[in-house]
């Protein structure tokens, strides 16, 4: 054996558990830490620009470097004062679950290589099949890098079964808000501009189904071949669920494949008031839902769900003559055979392991907390006279500006108030604060799927942003 890629046994031991106790601290000193990272490439070449070092540096002056340069230089995304984008707020027992099956490095591509992975896949696919009610025995899915490639999944299969090898007169549908990673996806697959139908959102920013019927009619005269629309199930902006119920209508009618891409919302279903509003799910042909967003799960976790497990297979299944001695019989699913990946990490022990641990109770009342802090957030605003709601709190997700009544600012004002607010915000590294743009309007959006995050964090940032507010209104009104 070479020795020189391997550490002692007490060095190893020694790395484990100061790894483990560097996690054990970050997770404890959370919120007495800035979420927000600020470096320029110039700050991070003269961090960490080097030659690979032809020899040896002690292991543990490595984890010294990295614990003091690397992870002070991310944004802590499970910071409860992470409100942008989608925050991971992830768990610890889903960590350790990575860290085991990152270090025994089992191959969850085929069932020779290890039964026992693809078995949890199954099972926990199952587990997701049976909460969107999905049939369970003739569903499948698997688990992805995250909802971009779970999207791309589901349009190649939806693609491969509704139009099979000539796609040239094939017409997609989807909103203007639906996620890019949809469009993305539709580009990866070589289908032209022209062939994506963007159809506008109604004033609650859901689609517009009049709007799809008309377009769909339209295509139809013309001899395009309406294949797939892609609905939302909590739209990043806003949290909207678009009509599913009447779009699965539409889509049965049609013959058309109906995706739900449910990567931000659908973890709601295990809420009541998820449920209610995510009526419709269950008549989806496939779902993208991203276990590293509102399961809690660690990245990279992405899942495509399918009504019939048999067209990820006659999709993508090549056999090649490598591969002959482990093809294995039917009911002893190959992943490889499912998706776009041979050699696949062990993705669905985390699923696995933090659902066993807490149950999914405890998982259901942390996404219940998230809806209702966002809602009580919603009150707040609403009872002051200097905030503006812009779109109500909707699973977990609100939009809101600064904008007093009292002053009656331009559009244009109010535009550059809210966008000096978020930039002052990540300026001061509180707390992660974004903008984004609806109808037109700069707003700033938080959403609140970190069971860590209190009313009292949120209330703090309002202050702070409040106090930007007034300090440039001084300027503006002094000047
Ligand atoms: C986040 C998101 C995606 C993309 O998922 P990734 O895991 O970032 O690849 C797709 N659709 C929606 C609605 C999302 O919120």
């Known amino acids: 054996m070479v020795k020189d890629l391997n550490l002692t ?5 020694d790395l484990g558990y100061r790894v483990v106790d560097t996690l054990v601290t970050h997770f404890n000193e959370l919120p007495q830490k800035k979420p927000v990272a ?6 991070m070449d003269f961090l960490f620009l080097e030659e690979a070092p032809q020899g040896a540096t002690q292991v543990n002056d490595v984890l010294d470097f990295v614990v003091k340069n690397v992870f002070t230089n991310t944004n802590l995304v499970t910071h409860p004062k992470s409100y942008a984008f989608v925050p991971g707020p992830s768990n610890y027992v889903s960590v350790m679950a990575d860290t085991l099956a990152t270090g025994f490095n089992t ?62 007169k094939a017409r997609i549908y989807l909103s203007d808000q639906a996620h890019s990673s949809n469009v993305k996806a539709i580009r990866i697959m070589g289908l032209k501009k022209e062939q994506i139908r963007i159809i506008p959102t109604d004033s609650e920013y859901r689609f517009s189904v009049n709007k799809l019927k008309n377009a769909i009619a339209r295509d139809r005269l013309e001899g395009y071949v309406p294949f797939c629309v892609i609905a939302s199930a909590g739209t990043t902006n806003t949290g909207t669920v678009d009509p599913l119920q009447e779009i699965a209508i539409i889509c049965k009618e049609e013959k058309i494949w109906f995706h739900i891409d449910a990567a931000y919302g659908g973890a709601a279903i295990l809420s009541q008031q998820g449920k209610k509003l995510l009526k419709g799910i269950q008549k989806a042909d ?32 090549e056999k090649p003559e490598y591969l002959r001695d482990i093809e294995g019989n039917e009911s002893e699913i190959n992943f490889y055979d499912m998706g776009m990946q041979l050699t696949r990490r062990f993705r669905a022990l985390k699923l696995f392991m933090s659902i066993k641990t807490f149950g999914l109770d405890a998982f259901a009342k942390a996404i219940t907390y998230n809806i209702e802090l966002a809602e009580i957030v919603e009150r707040l605003l609403r009872e002051s006279s200097r905030w503006e709601v812009i779109s109500s709190a909707s699973l977990a997700i609100i939009n809101f500006r600064y904008n007093p009544i009292s002053l009656e600012l331009s559009e244009k004002e109010i535009d550059e108030l809210n966008q000096h607010i978020a930039s002052k915000v990540t300026e001061s590294r509180e707390a992660i604060l974004a903008t984004t743009i609806l109808n037109g309007q700069v707003v700033l959006r938080m959403c609140l799927i970190n069971p860590r995050t209190t009313i009292d964090d949120v209330k703090e940032t309002l202050l702070q942003c409040e106090s930007f507010a007034s300090l440039k209104l001084e300027n503006v009104f002094s000047v």
């Open 38 to 43: 600020l470096g320029t490439r110039k700050e």
């Open 9 to 13: 046994e007490t060095e190893m031991r």
């Open 286 to 317: 496939s779902i993208t839902v991203d276990p590293h967003k509102w399961f809690y799960q660690p990245y990279e976790m992405g899942c495509l769900l399918v009504r019939d497990h048999s067209w990820l297979k006659n999709t993508f299944i």
């Open 107 to 168: 191959f969850s591509g085929g069932w020779n290589a290890s039964p026992a992975a693809s078995e949890l896949e199954i099972v926990t696919i199952n587990w997701l099949l049976k909460m969107f009610g999905l049939p369970p025995k003739k569903g499948g899915g698997l688990f992805t890098s995250g909802g971009s490639v779970a999207n791309l999944t589901a349009l190649v299969t939806a693609r491969n079964k509704m139009c099979g090898e000539d796609f040239s």
